[in-house]
């Protein structure tokens, strides 16, 4: 897996990223207001969430069929994810990990932009690993097949 400064700092991670975020906040699942963009049964694109789910850098920046676009994309994404829901697959140990996964990413990626200087970013985090419990237990993790068969 790549680890998360590299996934969230591409397109496709931030998008990821936004649709977890909207995945785990409900997208605004409320009743109809004047800022509703579009809707998929009781899931809600409201305006605000649009703004969002560009860079922040791009924003103002994107042509209203752009817009139409991220609106498009985010109708079929809902809909196949309601879908994924109403079939339990959201209920999976692996989709479970892989969430997590992604929210430590996203979370630890938020970390890293605070720090531009990254000497600065390796003390802080020095520091907090001297402040929070860390185990490692490389004895517990299995050996590569080819070491098992001896192979270089």
């Keep these: 897996m790549r680890n998360g ?16 975020c909207a995945l785990l906040s409900g997208c605004g699942e409320t009743g109809e207001s004047e800022d509703e963009i579009a809707r998929v049964g009781r899931s ?13 850098d791009l924003r103002d920046a994107r042509s209203r069929e752009q ?11 809902e809909t196949l994810a309601q879908e994924a829901r109403a079939k339990g697959l959201d ?10 996964d992604f929210e430590r ?14 000497a600065r970013f390796a003390r802080h985090l020095d520091s ?3 402040s929070i419990p860390i185990a490692i237990h490389p004895e517990r993790i299995p ?10």
């Design 5 to 20: 400064k590299e996934f969230c700092g591409t397109a496709a991670g931030r998008i990821a990223a936004l649709a977890l």
């Design 44 to 56: 809600v694109l409201l305006l605000r969430d649009l703004e969002l789910r560009a860079p922040a």
């Design 67 to 77: 817009k139409l676009q991220t609106v498009k994309n985010w109708v079929n994404d």
């Design 91 to 100: 209920k999976s140990p692996e989709f479970r990990l892989l969430v997590s």
């Design 105 to 118: 990413m996203v979370l630890a990626d938020a970390i890293r932009r605070e720090f531009r200087d990254s």
């Design 128 to 130: 907090l690993k001297l």
């Design 143 to 152: 050996a590569d097949r080819a070491e098992n068969r001896g192979t270089p």
